[in-house]
């Protein structure tokens, strides 16, 4: 007789440096259930899914698959379970191709050799599912950020796994994206594979999911509540433990007259002759489809891409960022869309991290004022509220949105006067989102000009002083701070998305 669940796990218990992250965790999955996995960031909800992976052990407690106790003490255990996982953060090998990523420890072979043709074949047929247009032979590290995230997503669905993990898949995904992934899991749900959700939207999470597992400082709160029935509110208070806004709801920046930041005719291969300005104590939205240029034209501005031709201004003074380096003295800072790869050294601890641009300020020849490096991170760990065991912790073991919250800390003790902030609240739950949006706030009242590319078109209204639409490398248009008051939300987005789509007046 086949068990009533395919997942169980049992008064499960986990500690990291003497700090205990998870609290007699019980979860019951059944086959064929999509189950939203919920809670802030640090409720454990990562460690939880580490544990079911292999990556992390368990201090006590028990793993049942299909009734069985199961011992997993690397990610191939859960392979072999038949439980895949896709992974917030991309995990793919960028000198490698589409295929040889998607098959890589997982290879097929021909006797004692690789049979390339049938992974190849297969990988295509995987791709074709998801109505993908890619090459299988494209190096992984010429795709996009949401193309790669569709690649670890085909992947998943070449393992034949009868659980499939998904943690936070659709954060750099278009709407299109997003509608193809809901489909496959639909149809994965009609062959009795189980599917966990994780993500801090909450409209996919009322759209797709069946039931719901709320994680709140590492206790379950609820675990198989019927998704059907509830309202944004009584998700979020569940998973908070109080009444929390999705978005600011204070009056949005204005910002002044004083033009701080000015590009013309800015471009390179990925960006055409874009033009804009910045104004002091605003927030200044860029909102377009994946691939419109927003990201690219920001690494520009930045100096991590070259400039073949415009100018850049800064106070009405030219300036030109060859490199990070140089934006850096130009008092420029940029929380990057990929955190782990751009934003943070990972094995380094939060101190070092945070305070990586201002080690001057305490280190003085071979004299470490280590007092004062503290109350820099304190400082900022309490503005940010970053949940922490101490300055020495490894970002590494930090939950994702405690990481951006680092990244973002790290610009604003350099005293950046314009910050980029591509994605700001991406893999972020909805009270850390709160917190970014009103810290946000309180920066551009505080006369710093941001600059704020979002995905999320609600996001976008909600901040931004203005919106640029991009459109294929392109600005196509600029909603100034009156237009974004004279309609809805409902119609601005349809606005937005209207010339996102490259339509013009």
Known sequence: MAAEYIIEMKDINKSFYGVKVLHDVNFKLRPGEIRGLLGENGAGKSTMMRILNGIYSKDSGKVLINGEEKHFSLP?????????FVHQEIALSSNLTIAQNMFLGLEKKKGMFLDDAAMRKAAIESIESLGLDLNVDTLVGTLSVAQQQMVEIAKALTQDARVLVLDEPTAALSEKEVRFLFQQMRRLKGKNVAIIFISHRLNEIEEITDTLTVLRDGCIIVDGTPTQGLTSNEIIAMMVGRNVTQFFDGEKPKGTDEIVFEVNNLCNDRVKSVSFQLKRGEILGFGGLVGAGRTEVMRAIFGLDPVEGGEMRLHG?????????????????????????????????????LTMNVTSSFIKGIRYD????????????????????GIDQLCQYLSGGNQQKVVISKWLASGSDVLIMDEPTRGVDVGAKSEIY???????????????????????????SRIAVMHEG???????????TQYDADTLQKRIMFYATGERD
């Open 76 to 84: 191939k255990d859960a392979r072999d379970a038949k439980i895949a």
């Open 438 to 464: 009103r810290l946000m706030h309180q920066l551009a009242q505080e006369g710093i000009s941001i600059i704020m590319v979002s995905s999320e078109l609600p996001e976008l209204i909600n901040i931004s």
């Open 317 to 353: 003074q030219r300036i030109v960022n060859k490199s990070p380096r140089q934006a850096i003295q130009n008092q420029f800072g940029f929380v990057s869309e990929d955190r782990k790869q751009n934003g943070l050294i990972l094995v380094h601890s939060i101190a070092r991290n």
């Open 370 to 389: 280590k007092a004062k490096e503290k109350k820099i991170v304190d400082e900022y760990g309490a503005k940010l509220s970053i949940k922490m065991s």
């Open 474 to 484: 392109e600005l196509n248009k600029i909603f100034e701070h009156e237009e974004l």
